[in-house]
């Protein structure tokens, strides 16, 4: 779990990165499929601990920034607010939503690979991804 130890915007912040790469993820493929969705929020809702309140709020919003997600915008926050642990933790995540519909396609793992460079554990992203392979 990612520590959301924060101020409340700072939270808001974490909340809405990683609401909003998870989202841009489940719809790289061009499918979306309801079961990926799914494992957002529960993902969400496991890995921040939050309330119903703020993963509403969350999804609302990232579901408006994905058709025209800047990915730099969302992982300079991942820069900001997490730290190494925290985002190794968020590529796990990443693989259990790329998973969730039972394949891997090959957009989902190249944006995997693309938000891991970016926030840079890039050398980490093998392991997280046969950690997370069901």
């Known amino acids: 779990m990612i520590n959301t130890d924060k101020l409340d915007w700072q939270l808001q912040e974490i909340t809405y990165a990683a609401t909003s790469l998870m ?17 957002v929020v529960e993902t969400i809702r496991s890995l921040l601990d939050i309330d119903d309140e703020t993963l509403d709020q969350s999804l609302i919003y990232a579901h408006t920034k994905t058709d025209s997600i800047d990915l730099k915008e969302f992982t300079d926050l991942v820069n900001t607010h997490y730290d190494k642990d925290d985002k190794i933790a968020l590529i796990d995540c990443l693989w259990k939503v790329a998973f969730a519909d039972g394949r891997l396609d090959h957009y989902e793992e190249q944006f995997i690979t693309k938000v891991s460079s970016h926030i840079e554990v890039s050398n980490d992203v093998a392991a997280s991804k046969e950690r997370m392979v069901p």
């Open 23 to 39: 989202l841009a993820l489940a719809k790289a493929d061009f499918d979306e499929d309801p079961e990926e969705e799914l494992v």
